[in-house]
């Protein structure tokens, strides 16, 4: 295995809080995606509301007409694991990657969150609207949905959890993926912390031995992130703390593995809804965002045409900025290990005067600059690939385990979460 990448600001020594130990007998066997049990669809899909302007959207400060004349992304498939990519006339390089969720092949999104996150990092050039890596590639995997549910568990609001999570990220890294989108979030009291042990040793196999760079949203407060985490510990200003630690936030807790993406505003001030945590490593923009709308093959700013209508915002639409940047990197690029692009990104990222902080990890990010420096293009040798055997495999006749809820980067839509529930990732409401 590779060496880890640690952050730049040192840790404590002591931690109340850490992830489970990487067990490689967790490691989810290679298959076929599909349910883990019978599902059925409940209630209608979302309709979100449309727009026809894209002058100033959440994209505009990346000024990515300075980088696209180096790269755009081309050659790189980035999985996107949510609710589904919907077939759009701006998304012509989609592949369909599984479902988790139904009998689809993964290019089906009833929720309408997939289709959004994935114009953000490939959607085409069409007038003012353009995703960040328009010529890379989406491998679509639907792995949860609040539209669904199991059929042996009408009470549940939802279908997807960590254990339909540790399997997809296995299926995005055998299937050729370079960078994989997760903007879905289990979030459980420091005090519980979930048992996702089979996802750590999917995150470790995706990057130390498929070579991908995971990123993954930092969460919002709200929905079952009840409690913000700490913003920072004046007497030890720019280091991560484990110790006071409110929410426990999966995947991002696996710092080794993942690259944790808060949320800020036009001014580059952190959101207020954004989740501080000691495993935040970037920011970037996550308000007033236009993306891709799910039934027709226009643009969305909002999740409802009706009374309801509010700005899309939320970590979950962060993440996929970062994924895209990864993907312009690797184009550029492709002798970097997946642990050099994300070193890259934190270190050419616009530092906060303090150091690293809680909410903004190393800074925002700085496209042009994590693109063009002269460190991304210096041959270096790439990782080996080498498998590792599973010594187990899911049983998908079998009940169900007991599930820790993926939730929204924001609150949930719908009803109140029940316990052991899932709600699929949500803008900031």
């Known amino acids: ?95 369909p990657g599984g479902d988790f ?35 890379s590639t989406i491998l679509s995997i639907r792995q949860s949905s609040n539209r669904f549910r199991y059929t042996s568990d009408p009470g549940a609001p939802g279908v997807g959890d960590v254990d339909t999570l540790a399997r997809a ?27 996702d ?35 920072g510990d004046a007497a030890h200003p720019g280091v991560p703390d484990w110790e006071t630690t409110e929410s426990v936030v999966s995947p991002a807790w696996y710092d080794d593995y993942v690259l944790t993406v808060g949320s800020v505003g036009p001014s580059g001030a952190a959101s207020p809804f954004s989740l501080a945590g000691p495993w935040v490593d970037v920011a970037a923009p996550g308000e007033n965002v236009v993306s891709l709308v799910t039934d027709g093959d226009g643009l969305t700013d909002s999740r409802s045409d009706g009374p309801d ?21 690797r184009s550029r690029a492709p002798q970097l290990t997946a642990r050099q692009v994300m070193a890259r990104i934190k270190d050419t990222a616009r530092h906060p005067a303090g150091g690293w902080n809680p909410q903004v990890g190393h800074g925002v990010i700085d496209v042009f600059a994590a693109v063009s420096s002269d460190a991304a293009v210096t041959p270096v040798p790439a990782a080996p690939r080498h498998p590792i055997a599973a010594s187990h495999s899911p049983d998908a006749g079998a009940a169900l385990p007991s599930r820790v809820a993926l939730i929204g980067a924001a609150a949930c839509i719908g009803a109140v979460l029940l316990a052991g529930g899932i709600c699929t990732l949500r803008e900031h409401r």
């Open 101 to 135: 969720v139904s009998s689809g092949d993964g290019t089906q999104d009833c929720d309408g969150h997939g289709t959004a996150v994935a114009g953000i990092i490939a959607g085409a050039p069409s007038g003012e609207f353009s995703g960040v890596a328009p010529d």
């Open 1 to 95: 295995m590779l060496a880890l990448v640690h952050l730049m600001t040192p840790v404590p020594a002591a931690r109340a809080l850490t992830p489970p130990p990487i067990d490689r007998a967790q490691l989810p066997a290679a298959g076929s995606p599909a349910p883990p049990a019978a599902t059925e669809q409940n209630g209608g899909c979302v309709t979100a509301g449309t727009t026809t302007s894209a002058a100033a959207t959440q994209l505009s400060a990346l000024h990515l007409s300075a980088v696209w004349p180096l790269t755009r992304g081309a050659g790189q498939v980035v999985a996107v694991i949510d609710t589904g990519v919907t077939r759009h006339r701006l998304l012509p390089h989609l592949l």
């Open 169 to 195: 990220v296995r299926s995005a890294a055998d299937s050729g993926a370079t960078v994989i989108n997760i903007s879905s979030v289990a979030c459980e009291p420091a005090a519980a912390p979930p048992d």
């Open 309 to 329: 209508r509010k700005p899309l915002s939320g970590t979950s639409y962060a993440a996929p900025v970062v994924s895209a940047v990864v993907a312009l990197i």
């Open 197 to 231: 042990r089979a996802l750590g040793a999917a995150l470790a196999y995706a990057v130390d031995v498929r070579n991908v760079v995971v990123v993954s949203a930092a969460g919002n407060v709200g929905g079952s992130c009840t409690k913000q985490n700490p913003l």
